[in-house]
């Protein structure tokens, strides 16, 4: 059996992460391909407690424990979620995977992009995305766009998360990951993604050439 394609869709906050998964899943669906969408941290039971612990509390939490927390949450999630889908043919859409971890904890934390990558490719097996697209709006755009109480990562600061920012842009020119211009509307932010993750499918996958074909009836332009 074919395994199935492991796509990551990466960003600081309030990039659109959560909807542009939904289309790409939606895209892919249409091409009669089996899609899992899938987030971090937090798809499993166990990852849901992590979560809490990480995200949703007001205790401070420790760099490195921290970095633990999300490596053990994404050690469950591959191997309850991840492995089993694309090991049966499915194609994962994954809101975060390590690429989180290397800019959050390795770069902003300053624990060493390195050492956070050694820790999660233990935690991981090894595996490896096929596509890291990372949706990239300006700083004062995220904040513009975020709602609800945020949470502690959110609450990190400026200078944290223009950090960030600049570690996803450092480690998608060395790593080949994707940066789109996540600020126009959702739908050309869409048509971009699926630029990029159409270039990891063959043609048959994408369902051939031709103006039958379902990218040329979605407007996709490659």
């Known amino acids: 059996m074919t395994r199935g394609s492991f796509l990551v869709l990466e960003g600081g906050e309030s990039v659109g992460k959560s909807t542009q998964v939904a289309r790409l899943a939606a895209r892919l669906r249409a091409l009669g391909r089996e899609v899992v969408e899938t987030f971090e941290p937090g798809a499993t039971a166990l990852g849901a407690r992590l979560r809490a612990v990480l995200l949703d ?21 591959v191997s309850e979620v991840v ?8 194609d994962v859409v994954s809101d975060r995977y390590l690429p989180s971890s290397l800019a959050y904890q390795g770069r902003a934390r300053g624990l060493g992009v390195e050492e956070i990558e050694r820790v999660n ?7 490896e995305p096929d596509l890291v697209v990372v949706l990239d709006v300006p700083e004062e755009v995220s904040r513009a766009r975020q709602t609800g109480e ?24 060395a790593r ?35 103006p039958s074909g379902p990218d040329d009836a979605r407007g996709v332009h490659r």
């Open 57 to 77: 509390g007001s205790d401070p939490v420790d760099p490195v424990a921290e970095a633990l927390l999300l490596a053990a949450d994404r050690a469950q999630h």
């Open 83 to 90: 492995r089993p889908a694309l090991e049966r043919g499915a």
């Open 121 to 127: 490719r233990w935690a991981t097996g090894g595996l």
């Open 150 to 173: 945020p949470d502690r990562l959110e609450r990190a600061g400026t200078e944290f998360h223009a950090t960030v920012r600049a570690a996803y842009h450092e480690l998608a020119e």
């Open 176 to 210: 080949g990951w994707v940066v789109v211009d996540a600020t126009a509307d959702p739908d050309a932010v869409g048509d971009a993604v699926w630029e990029a993750v159409s270039r990891c499918l063959s043609p048959t996958a994408r369902g051939g050439p031709g």
